[in-house]
């Protein structure tokens, strides 16, 4: 057998070792021991390949709620110990799983934030937000994700993106979007979306949440040929003043 032979063999005797821990990791009927020694198993492997059997972890929800929140949170704090060890790989694998999948990625999310930089968290939840769209989605985790995420940012360009989602076709997704917009502490680009979405919005617990906002800001008006059409839509208690900017009623 040559050098050649003898590591592809290893190569391949690893990979078959990592698939088994997986499948391990991955069973939520075998004992909750055993899954955390697959874990401890694939932190000492430690390659990419091994962080993404962890990462499946992540993918499953276990029978007994306690117990499979701690495994996630151990798979997390795994996952930021290999980062922070120096394990670059760490970083590139999650940030291409948060590119592939379409849900479950607040623990990944949270272990990146602990790993990156502010400026480069900024650029990822941007990232992810220009590849998602405002159709309708049968499971819209993720966008729910990155909105809450977005809200702890503050950034002209993540504030640019989030403005997309109040079109979202998703009425939880718009109510978030909302929020996220004015975490931004952006009024230049808060201003206009908002109003348009207060002449367009039929959910009522948007048009409050936005009807909000314009009364505290007061420097914000609607143009006198929206008025009336906007006026219309405001929940009771609430009107446009012949200034622009809409007031609460006295009772």
């Known amino acids: 057998m040559g050098f050649l032979d003898f590591l592809?063999?290893?190569?391949?005797?690893?990979?078959?070792?990592?698939?088994?821990?997986?499948?391990?990791?991955?069973?939520?009927?075998?004992?909750?021991?055993?899954?955390?020694?697959?874990?401890?198993?694939?932190?000492?492997i430690g390659t990419p390949?091994?962080?993404?059997?962890?990462?499946?972890?992540?993918?499953?929800?276990?029978?007994?709620?306690?117990?499979?929140?701690?495994?996630?949170?151990?798979?997390?704090?795994?996952?930021?110990?290999l980062?922070?060890?120096?394990?670059?790989?760490?970083?590139?694998?999650?940030?291409?799983?948060?590119?592939?999948?379409?849900?479950?990625?607040?623990w990944p999310l949270k272990a990146l934030t602990d790993l990156v930089s502010y400026e480069d968290m900024v650029d990822l939840v941007t990232e992810l937000l220009e590849d998602a769209d405002i159709r309708y989605r049968r499971n819209p985790e993720k966008k729910r994700e990155?909105?809450?995420?977005?809200?702890?940012?503050?950034?002209?360009k993540l504030a640019e993106q989030v403005v997309r989602f109040l079109e979202d076709d998703n009425e939880t997704i718009r109510f978030l979007a909302v929020d996220a917009i004015m975490a931004q502490d952006e009024d230049e680009i808060a201003e206009e979306p908002l109003r348009e979405r207060l002449r367009l919005e039929d959910s009522l617990r948007i048009?409050?949440?936005?009807?909000?906002?314009?009364?505290?800001?007061?420097?914000?008006?609607?143009p006198k040929d929206e008025r009336e059409e906007v006026?219309?839509?405001?929940?009771?208690g609430f009107g446009v003043h012949k200034k622009g900017h809409i007031y609460r009623k006295r009772k």
């Open 8 to 44: 592809f063999d290893k190569e391949k005797a690893l990979e078959r070792r990592i698939k088994k821990l997986k499948k391990t990791l991955t069973n939520m009927y075998v004992q909750a021991a055993e899954r955390q020694y697959a874990i401890e198993q694939l932190r000492e």
């Open 49 to 81: 390949e091994a962080i993404r059997a962890l990462l499946a972890r992540l993918e499953d929800t276990g029978p007994n709620h306690t117990t499979d929140a701690d495994e996630k949170q151990y798979v997390y704090s795994v996952l930021v110990d």
């Open 83 to 106: 980062g922070r060890r120096g394990e670059t790989d760490v970083v590139r694998v999650l940030t291409e799983y948060l590119k592939e999948v379409d849900e479950n990625i607040n």
């Open 146 to 156: 990155l909105m809450l995420r977005a809200a702890e940012f503050q950034d002209p």
């Open 207 to 222: 048009v409050q949440k936005i009807t909000d906002i314009f009364v505290d800001h007061p420097g914000w008006t609607i």
């Open 231 to 236: 006026e219309l839509g405001l929940p009771d």
